[in-house]
Nanobody, 116 residues
Framework: QVQLVESGGGLVQPGGSLRLSCAAS????????MGWYHQTPGKQRELVAT???????NYANSVKGRFTISRDSAKNTVYLQMNSLRPEDTAVYYC??????????WGQGTQVTVSS
């Protein structure tokens, strides 16, 4: 199996920045996709950004130009740099891992709150 441990959430003022990290461990496949989803109460979990093993990225329209996803494959770690944060970015952010062997795997979630 694959275990995902997130860090970096917290409280930030509008316009501020946060950096989320997610370290994967266990039976990591060389070919995989990692990324981030977020969820607010009463809503479905939604894509924020993903990055493939080749470095191909995909972003939700709402975060393009503000968030940057990156990965360190040697460390099996994915990062989400969040700039120009808005109150509507407030959510629980979940790390995501997908491979042919394990399917979708999720972290425990980290709270991001954007408020003055």
């Amino acid at each position: 199996q694959v275990q995902l441990v997130e860090s970096g959430g917290g409280l930030v003022q509008p316009g501020g920045s946060l950096r989320l990290s997610c370290a994967a461990s266990g039976s990591i496949s060389a070919i995989n996709v990692m990324g981030w989803y977020h969820q607010t109460p009463g809503k479905q979990r939604e894509l924020v950004a993903t990055i493939s093993w080749r470095g191909n990225t995909n972003y939700a329209n709402s975060v393009k130009g503000r968030f940057t996803i990156s990965r360190d494959s040697a460390k099996n770690t994915v990062y989400l740099q969040m700039n120009s944060l808005r109150p509507e970015d407030t959510a629980v952010y979940y790390c995501y891992y997908n491979s042919a062997r394990w399917g979708n795997c999720w972290g425990q979630g980290t709270q991001v709150t954007v408020s003055s």
